[in-house]
C-alpha cells in the first residue's frame, strides 16, 4: 500500500513509522530483524530502508603508491526490502538516489523494486563522497532528486529509457521527498531551498520526510512556510533519539541542524553516555507528544539499528 494510502487510512490519528539503515557489508541480516522485533507493536505502516553508493577507498601497496579502490559498505537495500515484506506486515520504501549510479542502474533497481511489490520510493539527490568537496553527479546518472523523480514518473508512465519498447509496463510508485526545515545546507536561505521543494511535489512527490530537528518550533515554522507557497502534501516529521556526547558536535556538523540550548546544557551534565540517552529520551517523548498533539500525520523515527530509545519513546507516545 501506498504511504499516502497509510495516511488516509489513519484518519487523522498519528502513525509511527522509522528508518533503518542496510547493514555492512558482510553483516548479518539478523541484525536487522533483532532491532525491528521490538518495534512491530507499535505497528510500523512503513519502514525506509536508505540506499548508499559506492565509496572510495585508498589501499596503501608495499611499493608506497596508494591505489584507489570503490566499495559499497552498504548494499542490500532492495533485499532488505523483500525481506521485510516477507517477515512483517509492513510496506518496506527504499530510497533511491542520483549519486553513484547511472539512469540505467536506477531503472533496473526500480524494475527489481516493481517486481517485488513495492509501492514507495524516497528519492534523493545523496550526498558528495568523503573525498570529494561537492556532490558530483554520476556520468550518465541524474543531478538533482527532480530529476530522479523524473525518471521514476517517467516508468509509472510507462516510459523506460529505451525508447523502442513499446507496451511498456507502467510502475506505480508513490514517490516521497526529503524537505529541511533547517534548509538543506548549500541553499543560499530556506525560501531557495523551499522553491525548489515545491518544484519536486509540482513534478509528483505525494509527500515530504523531513531532516531531523530538536526544535519543534524549526518544523511548525518549515510546515507553515510550505503552506504559504503551496506545498500540500503531508509533512512528516524526522526524529532522532539523541544518544551520546559526542552527538553535540557530530549532529551539527554532519547534518547542518541546530541543537538548542536545553538540550545541549542537559546532556553537558551528564556523566556518562547511559544518561545522555535518557536525555535523549525525555527529549523524543516530549517533541513527539507535541507533535502528534498538532497532528502530525506520521512521527519517523532515524533508529540507526538501535530500537531501545526509540522503543521507550514509543511506549509513552503511542
Ligand atoms: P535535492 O532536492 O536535489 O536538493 C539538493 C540541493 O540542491 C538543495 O540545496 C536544493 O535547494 C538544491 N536544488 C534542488 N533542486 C535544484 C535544481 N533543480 N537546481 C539547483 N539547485 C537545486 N542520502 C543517501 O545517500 N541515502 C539515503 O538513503 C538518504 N536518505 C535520506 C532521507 C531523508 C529523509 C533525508 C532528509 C536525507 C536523506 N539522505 C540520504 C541525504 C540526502 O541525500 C542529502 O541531504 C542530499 O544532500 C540532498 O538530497 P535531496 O534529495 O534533498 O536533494
Same mark, same amino acid.
Given at each position: 500500500?501506498?504511504?499516502?494510502? &497509510?495516511?488516509?487510512?489513519?484518519?487523522?490519528?498519528?502513525?509511527?513509522? #522509522?528508518?533503518?539503515?542496510p547493514?555492512?557489508?558482510?553483516?548479518?541480516?539478523? *541484525?536487522?530483524?533483532? %532491532?525491528?522485533?521490538?518495534?512491530?507493536?507499535?505497528?510500523?505502516?512503513? @519502514?525506509?530502508v536508505t540506499y548508499h553508493?559506492?565509496?572510495?577507498?585508498?589501499?596503501? %601497496?608495499?611499493? /608506497?603508491?596508494?591505489?584507489?579502490?570503490?566499495?559499497?559498505?552498504r548494499p542490500g537495500t532492495v533485499g532488505i526490502c523483500?525481506?521485510?515484506?516477507?517477515?512483517?506486515?509492513?510496506?518496506p +520504501?527504499p530510497h533511491i538516489?542520483? /549519486?553513484?549510479?547511472?539512469?540505467?542502474?536506477?531503472? *533496473?533497481a526500480? @524494475?527489481?523494486?516493481?517486481?517485488? !511489490?513495492?509501492?514507495?520510493?524516497?528519492?534523493?539527490?545523496?550526498?558528495?563522497?568523503?573525498?570529494?568537496?561537492?556532490?558530483?553527479?554520476?556520468? !550518465?546518472?541524474?543531478?538533482?532528486?527532480?530529476?530522479?523523480? &523524473?525518471? +521514476?514518473?517517467?516508468?509509472?508512465?510507462?516510459?523506460?529509457?529505451?525508447?523502442?519498447?513499446? *507496451?511498456?509496463?507502467?510502475?506505480?510508485?508513490?514517490? /516521497?521527498?526529503? !524537505?529541511?526545515?533547517?534548509? %538543506?545546507?548549500?541553499?543560499?536561505?530556506?525560501?531557495?531551498?523551499?522553491?525548489?521543494?515545491?518544484?519536486?511535489?509540482?513534478?509528483?512527490?505525494?509527500?515530504?520526510?523531513?531532516?531531523?530537528?530538536?526544535?519543534?518550533?524549526?518544523?511548525?515554522?518549515?510546515?507553515?512556510?510550505?503552506?504559504?507557497?503551496?506545498?500540500?502534501?503531508?509533512? @512528516?516529521?524526522? #526524529?532522532?533519539?539523541?544518544?551520546?556526547?559526542? $552527538?553535540?558536535?557530530?549532529?551539527?556538523?554532519?547534518?547542518? @541542524?541546530?541543537?538548542?540550548?536545553?538540550?545541549?546544557?542537559? +546532556?553537558? =551534565?551528564?556523566?556518562?553516555?547511559?544518561?545522555? $540517552?535518557?536525555?535523549?529520551?525525555?527529549?523524543?517523548?516530549?517533541?513527539? $507528544?507535541?507533535? =502528534?498533539? &498538532? /497532528?502530525?500525520?506520521? #512521527? %519517523?523515527?532515524?533508529?540507526?539499528?538501535?530500537?531501545?530509545? +526509540?522503543?521507550?519513546?514509543?511506549?509513552?507516545?503511542?
Amino acid at each position: 500500500m501506498k504511504v499516502t494510502e &497509510h495516511i488516509a487510512n489513519a484518519k487523522g490519528n498519528t502513525l509511527f513509522s #522509522l528508518e533503518i539503515i542496510p547493514p555492512k557489508k558482510g553483516e548479518n541480516i539478523q *541484525n536487522i530483524f533483532d %532491532h525491528l522485533d521490538p518495534l512491530m507493536e507499535f505497528n510500523p505502516p512503513f @519502514i525506509d530502508v536508505t540506499y548508499h553508493r559506492e565509496e572510495y577507498v585508498y589501499k596503501k %601497496h608495499p611499493n /608506497g603508491l596508494l591505489e584507489k579502490k570503490t566499495t559499497r559498505k552498504r548494499p542490500g537495500t532492495v533485499g532488505i526490502c523483500a525481506a521485510l515484506k516477507h517477515r512483517y506486515d509492513v510496506d518496506p +520504501v527504499p530510497h533511491i538516489i542520483c /549519486g553513484g549510479f547511472t539512469k540505467e542502474e536506477t531503472e *533496473n533497481a526500480l @524494475i527489481d523494486l516493481n517486481f517485488l !511489490g513495492i509501492d514507495n520510493v524516497l528519492v534523493l539527490r545523496g550526498d558528495a563522497i568523503k573525498s570529494e568537496p561537492k556532490f558530483t553527479p554520476e556520468p !550518465g546518472g541524474n543531478d538533482y532528486a527532480i530529476d530522479l523523480l &523524473h525518471q +521514476v514518473k517517467g516508468m509509472n508512465e510507462g516510459k523506460y529509457l529505451d525508447d523502442e519498447m513499446e *507496451n511498456a509496463n507502467p510502475t506505480d510508485f508513490c514517490i /516521497g521527498v526529503a !524537505g529541511y526545515p533547517e534548509k %538543506h545546507f548549500e541553499a543560499p536561505s530556506l525560501n531557495s531551498d523551499l522553491k525548489f521543494l515545491k518544484q519536486k511535489v509540482d513534478a509528483g512527490a505525494k509527500y515530504i520526510v523531513t531532516q531531523m530537528f530538536f526544535d519543534n518550533q524549526k518544523f511548525f515554522d518549515f510546515e507553515k512556510k510550505c503552506k504559504e507557497i503551496g506545498i500540500d502534501v503531508p509533512i @512528516i516529521p524526522g #526524529l532522532k533519539p539523541f544518544k551520546t556526547k559526542s $552527538q553535540l558536535s557530530v549532529l551539527p556538523s554532519f547534518f547542518k @541542524i541546530d541543537l538548542p540550548d536545553a538540550l545541549v546544557d542537559a +546532556v553537558e =551534565k551528564c556523566k556518562d553516555n547511559k544518561e545522555v $540517552q535518557e536525555v535523549g529520551i525525555e527529549w523524543g517523548i516530549q517533541q513527539s $507528544q507535541e507533535l =502528534k498533539a &498538532h /497532528g502530525v500525520p506520521v #512521527l %519517523h523515527y532515524y533508529s540507526m539499528g538501535k530500537s531501545s530509545s +526509540v522503543q521507550k519513546i514509543a511506549k509513552e507516545v503511542f
